[in-house]
Each structure stands twice: as C-alpha cells, then as structure tokens.
C-alpha cells in the first residue's frame, strides 16, 4: 500500500447523485490505485418521510422524487428507473434501516462493504427493490460474495451495526454534511507537503477532473495508471454501466456502448438491460459472481 490520500465519502444508498457519481469514483480508483483509500460514512438520507422536506428540489413525498431521479439520469448518463418511489406507500418510510444493513457488511471489512453497497445501489436505482425492506436486504446480502450472513444477521441483532450507523452520523454532524455526495479529501502521505494538511471538502456531484484536480494538489507525487481493458475492468469491478465504463476510458457513452456491444457479439460479454441503460457482465467463468463482486482497489 502506498496511500497518499484518503477520501471520506458522506452517502446514502438511495440517494441519486451519489448513483451518477459512481462513474468518475471508478475513474479514480483505475486511475490511482493503491494510492488512495475510500472510507464510507452512511449519511441517512431520509429518517421518516412522514417529517422530510428536501428545499432544495422541493420534495415532500415519494412521488415527487420520481421526477428528481429520472432528471438525474437524463443529467448524468446513469441508468435509474424512477417507478420505485411511485411503488412505495410507507408514509413513514427511511432510508435508515438500508443504510444500518450495510454498516453491518463493513463490520466485516471495507471490501464486504463496498459489495453490499453496490448491491444495494444497484437493486434500489435500476431493479425497483425497497433495500429498506429486511427480506430485500436478506435475498441481496445472499449474493455478496464473501459476506458471512450469520454475522451480518448478528450484527443486526445486537446493535452494533446500528451503533457503527449512529457513529457515521455524529461524523456527519461534525463535518456539517446534510447534503449527498459529499467527499472529504485528506493527504495520508507520509512526506509533509506544505498546505497539504488542510482536508478539502467537496459538496455535491462534480466531475472527474475536479476531484483530480483537488487529488494533485493535495499530493502532486500521485502516480496516473492507464486504464485497464474492459474485460479486466468487468472481472476486477463486477457488473458496469456503459457510463461507468465510459468515464473510466475517457470516451463518450455512444462509442463505448458500440464497442461493448462488438464484445457481445464476440461472446465475450453479456447485456443487463436496464430502465435508462445497461450494465455489461464479463461472460467468462467468474460471470456467475458477478453480482455481487464489489468495487474494492485493483491491485495490479
């Protein structure tokens, strides 16, 4: 490990600009690899929708977030299918029981982690799946490839993983994050850097040059590795988006799409329509984990 930088990113499973910031996340981990670090902070977007306003996007209820998601694709070229919030009828809805799950997958690493997170990304944003729901929690945590479901049921149960989510939100509090996606960028290199110390705080969805931008300055020695071929991307990350994929080449959806869809044809790929968009699975023999592979650093 030569860690350089270390970014806390302030989220929420459900929330949609954190789903179309998921592009330039993977950019930045093909691009520096072991030289920085991503740490989750559960944000708890939503405590009871009976008591949330959003004033921003003047959202009071499901319905209304409907049409902020399907902006959100149409803005950002991530697959989003919007119906989940005409499908709930939970007046009392929260994004906290899904956000308490997936603290309990981090109890078990950063790695276990991130899959459940994914996963649960993927099932609430383009499969229509209420991931606040515990049997949708269970039937996804079954497809995360090294989660202990045994633990993770337990660390419901006892209340550690709720402690681990209460713990996220005094972060939360400290930092004065309301918002999502919010990062916090600090240098964790070993040489002192003048002006480095000082973390930079980063609200909202932004693009990928600049959080490079903000990455170089924060450590002007961080090494830029070339992109790997998208059959190593697909089998490294698990299942992508024709944006995701797009953004870690640098090229447009339109000619990364074509080129993916020349890889389905050699049978080297396969398709995962979406509402919005597709996501494409490597068609060798560790397609069948594909799913729930996370997005842990490549280490080569």
Request: charged share 30%.
């Amino acid at each position: 490990m030569n860690l350089q930088v270390e970014i806390v990113y302030f989220t929420d499973p459900y929330c949609s600009w954190c789903w179309a910031t998921e592009p330039m996340l993977y950019r930045i981990r093909e691009t520096f690899r072991d030289q920085i670090r991503i740490r989750y902070v559960m944000g708890g977007l939503v405590r009871d929708m009976a008591e949330f306003y959003d004033a921003l996007n003047n959202i009071r209820t499901p319905a209304q977030v409907a049409p902020h998601w399907r902006m959100v694709s149409e803005r950002s070229g991530q697959p989003i299918d919007e119906r989940l919030w005409l499908e709930l009828d939970d007046p009392h809805f929260s994004t906290w029981p899904a956000c308490i799950a997936i603290r309990a997958a981090f109890l078990q690493g950063e790695t276990v982690g991130e899959r459940l997170l994914r996963r649960f990304r993927r099932a609430a944003l383009t499969e229509r799946r209420n991931i606040s729901r515990r049997d949708v929690q269970e039937m996804l945590a079954r497809e995360v490839e090294g989660l202990d479901l045994e633990r993770w049921r337990a660390d419901l149960e006892n209340g550690r993983a709720e402690k681990a989510f209460q713990e996220d939100l005094e972060e939360c509090y400290r930092y004065g994050v309301t918002g999502f996606p919010t990062l916090l960028f600090r240098y964790g290199g070993r040489v002192a850097i003048p002006g480095a110390q000082r973390p930079v705080l980063v609200v909202g969805h932004r693009s990928y040059a600049t959080y490079r931008e903000i990455l170089r300055r924060l450590a002007p020695a961080l090494q830029e590795h070339p992109p790997r071929d998208l059959l190593t991307l697909l089998t490294a990350y698990g299942p992508l988006t024709t944006r995701e994929l797009a953004e870690i080449h640098g090229q447009d959806r339109e000619t990364m799409r074509m080129e993916m869809e020349r890889l389905e044809r050699e049978g080297k790929v396969r398709r995962i329509p979406v509402p919005g968009g597709e996501f494409w699975q490597f068609a060798g023999p560790s397609a069948a984990s594909g799913l729930a592979r996370g997005s842990g650093l490549p280490t080569n």
